[in-house]
């Protein structure tokens, strides 16, 4: 079987087997991809079969030169393993040669948070007056109250809103569900909104999308991006911020006051509880600031 006849049957093991959504299976193929072009960029002739640690290094190594970063080179690294895993499963090879292979190390960066008063200072320049008012308040709030992805919030639909239990369904990665709760202040923006929703025109296919454009259909995640950077400058708030912040800050308020590290990870939908633990880098750092600031030996820790 050729390189293209593997690919496909992984494509199928994705879908069928691991029930992986669309763009995750598209990533996994492309990183396969840039593999097969490893081969006939060094006109190397290898079938799975016969690929050892030692061509996957090389691999690596060439992309670095590529100029890929090392995130980008250890997603990748995810995405091979997975295939020779699959090739392994299906007996196809005898061992997987990524077995051993070792992703780059990555710095964590610790990203930008909203403190409570940057994100009032925020919500102060929503001018409810105009049109879309009422409706970017409400996902400023959604984003800060729920800790969403810009993806999750854009896919919220009016029958994922239960105002009366005060939990909204999630739809995360992988299409997998998940209950969130929500604020009473989110709910009575989200409630404001749907008001001035009613009144306006909504196309067919997204009478039960809760934000929407002016054309009535679903908002865009870069509308979103650009409705937070706009508000953003015009608070004169210097940070580099983005929808996700919002994400940051409602996870970091919550392990900074003593929230269970697996509750926050169950509301954000990290499959992982190490994705999660860098917010208690994050408390971690704002204990050091608390004891420089207040401690009389502050400045010498």
Request: aromatic residues 10%; proline residues 3%.
């Amino acid at each position: 079987m050729s390189w293209t006849g593997y690919k496909k049957s992984f494509k199928a093991y994705l879908q069928l087997e691991k029930g992986l959504s669309k763009n995750t299976i598209e990533a996994y193929l492309d990183d396969v991809n840039k593999l097969t072009q490893f081969v006939d960029f060094h006109q190397l002739n290898l079938s799975p079969q016969e690929f050892t640690l030692k061509y996957l290094r090389e691999f690596i190594g060439w992309l670095h030169e590529l100029g890929l970063s090392a995130f980008s080179q250890a997603r990748i690294i995810s995405g091979i393993k997975a295939f020779f895993e699959f090739l392994l499963n299906e007996e196809i090879i005898k061992a997987s040669p990524a077995e051993l292979l070792e992703a780059p190390r990555l710095a964590r960066n610790l990203p930008d948070v909203l403190s409570g008063q940057e994100i009032d200072k925020i919500l102060d320049f929503i001018d409810l007056s105009i049109p879309f008012g009422h409706r970017n308040r409400a996902i400023v709030e959604t984003l800060y109250s729920c800790g969403l992805r810009v993806s999750e919030l854009v896919n919220l639909k009016l029958t994922d809103i239960y105002p009366q239990e005060k939990f909204i369904r999630v739809t995360g990665k992988g299409d997998k569900e998940r209950l969130v709760p929500i604020g009473k202040i989110a709910l009575k923006q989200i409630a404001n909104y749907t008001k001035e929703r009613a009144q306006s025109k909504i196309d067919t296919g997204s009478k039960n999308i809760l934000f929407l454009n002016n054309r009535g259909k679903a908002i865009s995640r870069v509308m979103v991006f650009l409705i937070v950077k706009k508000l953003v400058k015009e608070a004169g708030i210097k940070k580099s911020i983005s929808p996700h912040t919002f994400r940051h800050s409602f996870a970091t308020v919550l392990i900074e006051n003593g929230a269970d590290l697996r509750a926050v990870q169950a509301m954000l939908g990290h499959a992982s509880i190490t994705t999660t633990e860098i917010y208690t880098h994050l408390d971690r750092k704002y204990l050091h600031q608390i004891v420089n600031k207040y401690h009389p030996r502050g400045n010498n820790n």
